[in-house]
């Protein structure tokens, strides 16, 4: 945690303040007994621009890595929750930027899992479709036109501050954020169909999206349990349904779906953002 934060803070800050570091380590206990069901909630109360949000950024990273180490190798471990779309993008790159260095350490210590990704919830626009496939068809669109469509949850590379830009893995029906500098990826995800499909390991989402969860059968992914997996790579869905990932404009995928072998564990942390 210490690492990624050197790297991606060390313009704004020198080290932790006392109240963000008192905040993280008070919370460890609470994250690593599994069988704590916490009747508390912890409130954290300072100015604008105090670094409330770096507080409960840390917690996240530190839980990241440590269901990576003991063993949770992909699933949802954290959800933040904001109030509409208060949320800027500018605080959401920022967040993308945090998780995709943790990403980097996690390839360099060799810990094992999925990697470390990112999953923008919210309500369906032009900006943030519903279906996958509705971007594809943009970037396959620009790209026969000789065009790069830029990077959504990240315009520049953490690494090397090469510009970003979306690729789509045609494999899996994945769109992927790639650096044209030095070549990283970055799964960084804002449809909802890859948001259930492959299941980031933070979300960021807001409270009316959370609100209409009931509706849609497909979120129960995300809170792990016993699910199927579609045999052409698309990603998870609900036990025993069907995958329904869009291949076309009348097309969806028809490929088998089998039982996944293992439950995935569902989410430890639910954060609201700005009470």
């Not at 008070?26 to 949000?53: A, F, Q, W, Y």
């Not at 190798?73 to 260095?101: H, N």
């Not at 009348?250 to 564990?265: P, R, V």
Request: hydrophobic share 40%; aromatic share 10%.
């Amino acid at each position: 945690m210490n690492e990624v934060f050197e790297e991606a803070m060390s313009d704004l800050y020198e080290n932790w303040r006392l109240f963000q570091i008192v905040f993280i380590v008070m919370s460890i206990p609470d994250i690593i007994d599994l069988n704590n069901n916490r009747e508390n909630l912890d409130i954290i109360h300072v100015t604008t621009g105090g670094g409330k949000s770096e507080a409960y950024f840390g917690l996240v990273i530190f839980l990241l890595f440590w269901d990576r180490l003991r063993g949770k190798s992909q699933g949802v471990s954290a959800i933040s929750k904001f109030p509409l779309r208060m949320l800027s993008i500018q605080q959401l790159q920022r967040i993308a930027k945090i998780v995709t260095l943790a990403e980097e350490l996690r390839k360099k210590y060799k810990i094992n899992g999925s990697p470390l990704s990112v999953g923008y919830y919210v309500g369906v626009s032009d900006a943030f479709p519903r279906f996958t496939y509705d971007k594809i068809k943009e970037i396959k669109s620009a790209t026969n036109k000789g065009e790069k469509i830029e990077g959504v949850l990240l315009d520049a590379c953490p690494k090397c501050q090469g510009k970003i830009h979306l690729n789509v893995d045609k494999d899996i029906h994945q769109i992927v954020h790639n650096c044209e500098k030095c070549h990283r990826k970055y799964y960084l995800y804002f449809t909802n169909s890859e948001i259930y499909r492959f299941l980031p390991s933070i979300i960021i989402s807001t409270v009316d999206k959370l609100a209409s969860v009931a509706l849609n059968r497909r979120f129960k992914n995300l809170l792990g349990g016993k699910l199927s997996i579609c045999s052409d790579g698309h990603g998870f869905v609900p036990r025993n349904d069907s995958c329904e990932v869009k291949l076309g404009l009348h097309k969806s995928c028809e490929a088998e779906t089998n039982i996944y072998d293992h439950e995935i564990e569902g989410l430890t942390l639910m954060i609201q953002d700005e009470m």
